[in-house]
Nanobody, 126 residues
């Protein structure tokens, strides 16, 4: 089994930065993608960013390009999400996800991911 544990969320003012971390443990022998999604109350879960574990290619929601950066540390089985210039509309629960299959799914799609963390809350005040 695989466990994903997010950390780094919190309450910040608009314009601030946060860095989220997601540490994977358990059967972490290989990933294809690791990603971040977010979900605000009353809204659907949406894609934020993803990284290809082997090649390091990155993928972003169009609306977040330039403000959010995803990186990975293969040795630590950890993925990070650096969030800059935060806005009140970024307020959400942020979820880490991992794809350990080889089905070739899209990194943008929820259904691609096999494992999910419990989420970390990010609240941005105006």
């Amino acid at each position: 089994q695989v466990q994903l544990v997010e950390s780094g969320g919190g309450l910040v003012q608009a314009g601030a930065s946060l860095r989220l971390s997601c540490a994977a443990s358990g059967r972490t022998f290989r990933w294809y993608y690791m990603g971040w999604f977010r979900q605000a109350p009353g809204k659907e879960r949406e894609f934020v960013a993803a990284v290809s574990w082997s090649g390091g290619a990155t993928y972003y929601a169009d609306s977040l390009k330039g403000r959010f950066t995803i990186t990975r540390d293969n040795a630590k089985n950890t993925v990070y999400l650096q969030m800059n210039s935060l806005k009140p509309e970024d307020t959400s629960s942020y979820y880490c996800a991992a794809d350990q299959s080889s089905l070739g799914g899209s990194p943008y799609k929820i259904g691609t991911y096999d494992y999910w963390g419990q989420g970390t809350q990010v609240t941005v005040s105006s």
